[in-house]
């Protein structure tokens, strides 16, 4: 029996493979446009101690939540 420990998968996820992969599996325009639209050109940032730190690009992580 294998166990898999995916916790936290979502937030892992690397956008240029996983675009590279859909492609590769026969997944075209529209809806491969749609997906990458959809994880490029998303930016974030932290505060520490009052402190706001530059926008930094995500390359990594699916969005969730509403």
């Known amino acids: 029996m294998v166990f898999l420990d995916i916790s936290k998968a979502f937030d892992k ?11 590769r ?6 809806l491969l446009s749609w997906i990458k639209s959809y994880l490029t050109n998303r930016k974030q940032r932290a ?7 530059d926008w930094k690009d995500v ?8």
């Open 25 to 30: 599996s026969g997944i075209g325009d529209p």
């Open 13 to 23: 996820v690397w956008h240029k493979g996983l675009l590279f992969k859909l492609k």
């Open 47 to 53: 505060v520490i101690d009052g402190n706001m730190s």
């Open 59 to 66: 390359e990594a992580g699916v969005p969730q939540g509403s």
